[in-house]
């Protein structure tokens, strides 16, 4: 099992740019694909991107691609996601998820673990 601690949220004014961390706890980091999900005010949770345990292969919603980029360091046991040119439409709690193998999977519901989520919000 692997804990995740979300780090990095706040209030951002449009256009702006965010970096989020999430600290893995544990010694098998390297052998869990990790992801990146959202849940905006009555909205359902969204994937957002994920990557894979090298770090290697990198998927993301078409709703971020080109401004938001993840990664891993696996000897920290930590992934990021950089967040540039934000907008209104990505306030939202951000999830920091875990699966266990190679590849990190599209629908939320195949993530197995999850850490508490971080705030971001994006307003003049």
């Known amino acids: 099992q692997v804990q995740l601690v979300e780090s990095g949220g706040g209030l951002v004014q449009p256009g702006g740019s965010l970096r989020l961390a999430c600290a893995a706890s544990?010694?098998?980091?390297?052998?869990?694909?990790m992801g990146w999900c959202r849940q905006a005010p009555g909205k359902e949770r969204e994937f957002v991107s994920g990557?894979?345990?090298?770090?290697?292969?990198?998927d993301y919603a078409d709703s971020v691609k080109d401004r938001f980029t993840i990664s891993r360091d696996n000897a920290k046991n930590t992934v990021y996601l950089q967040m540039n040119r934000l907008t209104p439409e990505d306030t939202a709690v951000y999830y920091c998820?875990?699966?266990?193998?190679?590849?990190?999977?599209?629908?939320?519901?195949?993530?197995?673990?999850w850490g508490q989520g971080t705030q971001v919000t994006v307003s003049l």
């Open positions: 544990g010694r098998t980091f390297s052998t869990y694909a």
């Open positions: 990557i894979g345990w090298t770090g290697s292969s990198t």
């Open positions: 998820a875990a699966r266990r193998g190679p590849l990190s999977p599209w629908s939320v519901k195949d993530y197995e673990f």
